[in-house]
């Protein structure tokens, strides 16, 4: 059973649209990242969570602990949103070494068209 | 944040050769990951690359078919060994430094073996 799970897997959105991603995960954390991962492979980071609401740009990215629950927002979506996003969490039952190991959820798949 | 660069960003290889990733770092950082992501799938990590020391290595990757070198604080390699075609996958190089949590990815290298 995978411990983190996404949804939806893929979105399609118009441009302009309001677009939203969810993470849920199934126990405690220490951080909850927010990935894009563009068609070449490479994988930047959008946002570090471990509580609260946190917003760049066009992006907002909000957690609920006790729910065990983010999700990322993305506001008047373009085309050049188009990209997987990953979530991916620092799991608190780790420590040591261990404490640096990521999660990561399946993805989802957003196209944004014109 | 640390700002890494990965090479090559994509080769096509003959089954039976192998390929070294190179990953450089613009800053002394504590830890050193190598991931793959195989067609459709979540990142794995294969191993931690330590500092003047064998690196670790996760549950089903071994060093003879994935030898790591990590020299210094912001240089890595990491070598696909006898490659065969269930080796194409993209392979990632991410950093972070100690108590700041924040995880930064190189750009990928995406590898078919034919």
């Known amino acids: 059973k995978n411990e983190v799970e996404q949804s939806p897997q893929n979105l399609t959105a118009q441009e302009g649209e309001f677009i939203t991603i969810n993470c849920s995960y199934s126990?405690?954390?220490?951080?909850l990242h927010w990935l894009q991962q563009h068609p070449g492979g490479g994988i930047v980071s959008l946002f570090m969570?471990?509580?609260g609401k946190k917003k760049h740009g066009r992006l907002i990215a909000t957690i609920n602990i006790q729910e065990k629950h983010s999700s990322l927002h993305i506001t008047a979506s373009h085309p050049r949103d188009s990209a997987v996003y990953i979530c991916a969490v620092r799991f608190s039952k780790y420590s040591g070494a261990g404490s640096y190991q990521l999660t990561f959820g399946k993805g989802t798949k957003l196209s944004v068209i014109p | 944040s640390a700002v890494i660069s990965q090479k090559p960003s994509r080769d096509i290889c003959q089954r039976g050769t192998s390929l070294t990733i190179q990953c450089q770092v613009d800053?002394?950082?504590?830890?050193m990951f190598w991931y793959r992501q195989q067609p459709g799938q979540s990142l794995t990590l294969i191993a931690t690359?330590?500092?003047?020391?064998?690196?670790?290595?996760e549950s089903g990757f071994v060093i003879d078919k994935f030898p790591i070198s990590r020299p210094n604080l912001t240089f890595s390699t990491l070598t696909v060994s006898n490659m065969s075609p269930e080796d194409s996958s993209i392979y990632l190089c991410?950093?972070?430094?100690?108590?700041?949590?924040?995880?930064?990815f190189g750009s990928g290298t995406r590898l078919t073996v034919v």
């Open positions: 800053s002394q950082v504590t830890m």
């Open positions: 690359a330590n500092q003047g020391s064998e690196a670790t290595y």
């Open positions: 991410s950093v972070e430094v100690f108590d700041r949590a924040e995880r930064t």
């Open positions: 126990v405690g954390i220490s951080a």
């Open positions: 969570l471990s509580s």
